[in-house]
Each structure stands twice: as C-alpha cells, then as structure tokens.
C-alpha cells in the first residue's frame, strides 16, 4: 500500500503456527529493502517468497522496493534513488523493526552497472541506527568478461563492496563459491555468513504425479539467458537430438518472451540452425498454467554455463515439481546435487547432450527415478519448510551478537507466538 511518503510498502504479520522450535519466541519485525529493473525481477519475487514463508514463522515484515525510473541520466538516477532510499530508512526506523534485510543486487544499485547508489544507501541505513542483513544476490562481476565494460563493473563493484560489507551485521551467500569467496578476501571485513541454497520462487499448487506427460520428446528449459547459455551449443545438441526424434520441441518456458531481446536472440539463431519451427516459447504465462507447462514436460534442459549451482531458482523450480533434469558441467556445480545424482550432469558438448536427453526420452523408467530423486532433494535441501526456519535463527544470533544482546532489542515483548 502507498505510504504517506509515496513509498511502496507491504506490512505482514504472523497469521499460523511455524516450526516448533520457533514457537514462544517474541515476535521478530523486519524491515525489507529491494531494488529492481523492470518488474520482471528474479530477486524480488524471492523476497516475497521469503517473507510469505518468514511470516508463517511468526516474523511481522514491512517491505520497501524501489523500481529504478527507464531511461534516466545518470544525475537524474542518483537523485532519485537517493530520496527514496533516505524515505524508506526514515519510514522503517519510525517503525522500530528490529533489523533490516537488504536484498542486495548490485547492478539495481547505480547507472549502466556502475554502483553509484550503494554509497547513498549504506549512509541511509546506517542512520536507521537498526541491525543490517545484507542477502548478497549479485555483489561482483568477474574479471575478465564482458571485455572493457565488464572490467569496470568489476572495478567499481569490488570498491564499494567493503563498505557495505562494514555496514552488515551479517550476510546471506547461496553458493559454497561464493562463501569461499567472502572468506578468501582478507581486506574485507568479516561478518557473519548463512549459506542457503535458493528456493523456487513459483507459488503453485503441488506437481501432480497422475497429470500425463506429453507424448510428444518436448524438451523444456526454464530461463533461457543468452548471457548465461550458449546458444549456440543447445541449438546444435537439439539438432542432434531432432536428428533421432524428429518430432522433438525445444520448449523455451516463462519470461521475458518471444518479444523480449532474449527471445529475439533465440529465434535468429534457431533460423540459421534451420529449426526455427521447433523452438517454442510458452511466453509469460501466470504461476499455475507455467507449472502445468512444466509438469507436462518429459525431460528439463538446465544449460547454464555455471553448471546445476545452489543459487538459480529456475533449477530449484525443475527440482520442486519433481522433473528429470539434464544439467552442464561447470564451475559453479552444486557438490550435495551432483552426490546425490538429483540432475544428470554431462559435458558441454553437443553430441553428449543429446545423447543423454534421448536416453531419458526414450527410457519412463529412468525418467521416473530420475524425477523421484529430483523431487526427493528439494524436500529435504531446497524446501521452504527446511530453510526459513534457518533464515529466523540467524536473524536471532546477529541480534543477540550486537550490544546489549537480545534483552535491549525485545524490551518488552508486544506479542508472543504461540
């Protein structure tokens, strides 16, 4: 609901029963800040999933999320991003939420992935005088990609990066690299680390084991990226793939669209692969129909070039409703997933690609083994019953870890959860 000072702001408050072990414990208020792009954002809608699931914990939550205004120069972005930043810590602190979670996603923090904004942000809530959990989502472009442009995103992200690491009480990584990450720089400061993997962010209703496959070799990908896939390398292994099963679909699922700049990458490069007429966009479709799409999909293609990591939502979403899942080997592979064999890793190369996707075409037994062991490691890794309750207790210990412990931050108590 709007606030008085124009701000986006969504309040919750404990409504049901959580976790046992969470249960009598005054109740926890926090106060949520987010920026987006374009209100196709990834981040944001795992922060409201976040705070959905916080809430069933007994955690009262009041977000602020900025959407950076299109098109605006440099200066004018600057402005306007720090006026709102410096409203929404006043609003929270008058509010007297007990710490603030920053969903930090860097390249939303400035002009052209330039961060001139986070400087802006850290004094704005500093001045909150309340503890800061600092969610890292993208904190750091690599060196050495995205030629000269790329360097100086690394350059200024790295510069500010030690700031906002002092203003944290205690940061949230989804990747063992990235905790390594953290741990290995030894001019940043130290703070305190949870380690999560990723939730899927689809609010649907459960996959259904009786709804039919479709009978047709659809192979589904969910986030097509051409910045994190290499086109060209799908194209050529669902060549190899169409040239056993002619009928197969590659089946590109969810947003931005056929209409999008990802979707025109796709469809220029399917026509000069000849195969344009079985490349398939589901476009943007609302939680239930895309859950449905992705139910129907025999075999699930997750090509990023980082390989099966802990930190995308889109495999955890092909892992929740319980899908076969061919994965590429890369840096970033999630150790616990590949032990318990929950997605098939292969080469990135085209003819291994291929070779595995038509095994599981061709073989429901497998196929379904294999679904069972994708569906059985979300519940007990990735499952919102098995995470937030980890979210809660670490909120806990970085204000029991400040100044006068947990006694100063919970005077007395308004409210109990029973």
Known sequence: MPSRLGLHVRSTGPRRRGAAELLCRPVLRIGVIGTSQSEICGVRSYANLLEKELESLGVASSQRWWMLP???????????????????????????????????SVFTLGYRGVPTLVLPFCRALRRTGRPIVTFLHEFAHPW???????????????????????????????TDARDRWLENRRLLPRR???????????????????????????????????????????LRAFAEVRAQRPEAVLVLAGAPGSNSA??????????????????????????????????????????????????????????SRGKAVVALEGPQAWDELLQASAVRVVPAVPGAIAAELVRLLDDPQERARQQTRAADFHASHQSPARLVPRFVEFFERVLEARPGGAASRLGAPSRTVV
């Open 144 to 174: 050495g990609v995205h030629g000269a442009r790329g360097w100086v995103w690394a350059l200024t992200q790295r510069t500010v990066l030690p700031v906002v690491l002092a203003l944290s009480r205690g940061v949230v990584v989804t």
């Open 262 to 319: 990802w979707g025109r990458v796709w469809q220029d490069a399917a026509r000069a692969a000849r195969c344009h007429a079985a490349v398939r966009f589901t476009e943007v479709l609302p939680a239930e129909e895309l859950a449905a799409a992705i139910d129907s999909a025999p075999v699930v293609l997750f090509a990023n070039r980082e390989g099966a990591s802990s930190r995308k939502t889109t495999l955890a979403l092909a892992l």
């Open 192 to 234: 305190s680390r949870l380690r999560v993997p990723v939730m899927p962010v689809l609010t649907a209703s459960a996959p259904e084991r009786t709804r039919a496959e479709s009978s047709r070799p659809d192979i589904l990908m969910i986030g097509y990226s051409p910045a994190e896939i290499d086109v060209g390398l799908v």
């Open 70 to 104: 299109e098109r605006a120069r440099a200066g004018d972005l600057h402005s306007a991003g720090t006026r709102w930043i410096d409203a929404a810590a006043d609003s929270l602190r008058d509010e007297g939420v007990d710490l603030i979670l920053w969903h930090y």
